[in-house]
């Protein structure tokens, strides 16, 4: 008979060291940039490729890339060098697949040769030079492949140009490559008359602006720095326009406030800010949202998954924290199922989708049940705030900053309950407004309830199942669990009905 107790992803090698085992071989992105190039090996056990190593070198290979298209000799040489020790990396790795993909720089040099011949000798891989629509495509396939629905305007500012496209509902509907990017020695006036051929980036699709690339994940890193903003995750950010207008304006006077711009964006961030303060000019978007994507998500999302792969990333991630974080096995369906009546259907969102918000709701509490058993083997005082602290680092691109959040606050009181005396990230404070926070409490309430009274083990709780009338939570025990309820229970029990306004009740008391 097969151990109900789920074995933990790893091989243990001489001294004590262990080391994961995955499923299938690391592949490899390298993104050959005007700025920077940067490789990404990732694994997978699964559907979810987790980066393994993350590695970008400041190459600036299109600097000084004139009118003449000449790729200097000392930039090529450096750039070589950086991917002859990526090459070395990928080996010692045992990395096979890699897709090398090479942008603005390498497209527009007319000696581009003496850069990818000698280039594609070392990584032994043909390098993909992408086209301007191919670079628009790819970067715009990087946000959909997380925010699914997104509509918007989508740019990507690099050092040697600037992609724009306009999405809606996911659907691209126009695009256009700009031959500037931070690198560029440009003025504002050449930027106006360059966007003013492009009269859809304002008529068709205000709202949002997704800046991709990283001048703007440094507008953002500034952003955090100088407003006080809780959560130090980039991606899903979300800047009012007029706020990043006036920052804009700061990094290119004569003295420019650098306030929180990384100091190796520095120099460039006069030139990035010139164009971005022209895209919300010409856009008249209301915010931008800092996206953590790129265009090697795009080449991912082209070459590795397909449609059931690409569905939710946020499930794939928590499912594989399961296998190697449950004691036992099935727990996370069972938990599920206990917990969805927990749902307090909100009655003014209620009457715009009520299916939706139901989705909603569930994609979430099923991520928590996913992840309820992640910190059983840390030292019970600070398991709630390891705990959270976890789930607000996740490393995925699909949830927003309250669905972070929430998770996160789930978390907490599952280890913690109501304890006021407990350790806890200050981020939980923040962000979500009282109802969903108070939802998110009542979840982990529930979590906690659960695994207690069952030991953390599935054939226990199937012994439970619970009703909500709007009024009364009531709790039916099968007859086999009936010995496992003691007051305890029956205390954590009461918790979790009062936490979501309801009377506690539990049949044959």
């Known amino acids: 008979m097969t151990s109900p107790i789920m074995s933990s992803p790893v091989l243990s090698l001489a001294g004590g060291v262990t080391a994961r085992t995955f499923t299938g071989a690391p592949m490899a992105v390298i993104d050959i940039g005007s700025n920077s190039i940067r490789l990404v090996i990732y694994i997978s056990q699964g559907r979810y490729p987790f980066p393994l190593f993350n590695e970008r070198s400041n190459c600036r290979l299109g600097e000084g890339l004139g009118p003449d298209g000449i790729l200097r ?18 080996q010692s790795m045992g990395v096979t ?6 942008t603005a720089a390498v497209r527009r040099a007319c000696n581009a040769a003496e850069f990818t011949e000698p280039a594609e000798a070392i990584l032994g891989h043909k390098i993909m030079v992408l086209s ?48 500037f990017g931070h690198l560029s020695e440009i003025e504002e006036a050449e930027i106006d008359a360059a966007f003013s051929t492009t009269p859809w980036m304002k008529i068709d699709y205000p709202g949002r602006l997704y800046g991709v690339g990283g001048s703007f994940r440094a507008l953002g890193s500034a952003y955090i720095e100088q407003s006080g903003y809780p959560l130090a995750v980039l991606h899903g950010l979300n800047i009012p326009a ?16 650098m306030t929180g711009v990384p100091v190796g964006r520095q120099q460039n961030m006069p030139c990035a800010a010139r164009i971005m303060k022209c895209l919300l000019r010409h856009s008249a978007v209301e915010k931008i949202f800092i996206s953590g994507t790129s265009i090697r998500d795009g080449v991912l999302a ?28 099935n727990v996370p369906r069972s938990l599920f199922n206990l917990l969805r009546p927990l749902h307090k259907v909100d009655e003014e969102r209620a009457l715009i989708d009520a299916d939706a918000e139901q989705q909603k709701f569930e994609r979430l509490l099923y991520a928590s049940c996913m992840l309820s058993d992640l910190c059983w083997n ?10 959270a602290r976890r789930v607000l680092g996740l490393p ?85 669990g009936r010995r496992l309820l003691d007051d305890h229970s029956r205390r954590r029990f009461a918790q979790l009905a009062q936490s979501a306004s309801l009377v506690p009740v539990i049949e044959g008391d």
């Open 396 to 480: 995925v691109n699909c949830i927003t900053h309250k669905e972070r959040i929430w998770l996160a606050t789930v978390i907490y009181h599952r280890y913690v309950g109501r304890k006021m005396n407990k350790s806890r990230p200050p981020e939980l404070g923040f962000i979500l407004g009282r109802n969903r926070r108070a939802e998110a409490t009542t979840i982990g309430l529930g979590l906690r309830f659960a695994l207690m009274f069952s030991g953390g083990t599935s054939s226990c709780l199937e012994c439970l199942s619970m009703t909500n009338d709007g009024n009364a939570l009531t709790l039916r025990v099968a007859d086999e």
């Open 302 to 329: 082209e070459t590795q998954f397909n449609d059931a792969e690409r569905a939710d990333f946020l499930q794939a991630v928590c499912s594989e924290i399961s296998h190697a974080s449950h004691r036992f096995a």
């Open 132 to 179: 301007k629509q191919e670079e628009a495509h790819y970067v715009s396939r990087g946000i959909t492949l997380n925010v699914p629905d997104m509509s918007g305007l989508v740019a990507d500012l690099g050092g040697g140009s600037l992609e724009v496209v306009a999405i809606s509902k996911g659907v691209v509907k126009h695009s256009v490559s700009f031959d």
């Open 378 to 387: 840390e030292h019970e005082d600070i398991r709630g705030d390891l705990g």
């Open 73 to 90: 000799k000392d930039r090529i040489e450096v750039a070589l060098a950086t991917l002859s020790r990526f090459a070395g990396l990928m």
């Open 242 to 257: 007029a706020t990043a207008g006036h920052m804009l304006s700061a990094f290119t006077r004569d003295l420019p406030d």
């Open 97 to 102: 697949k890699a897709f090398p993909v090479a």
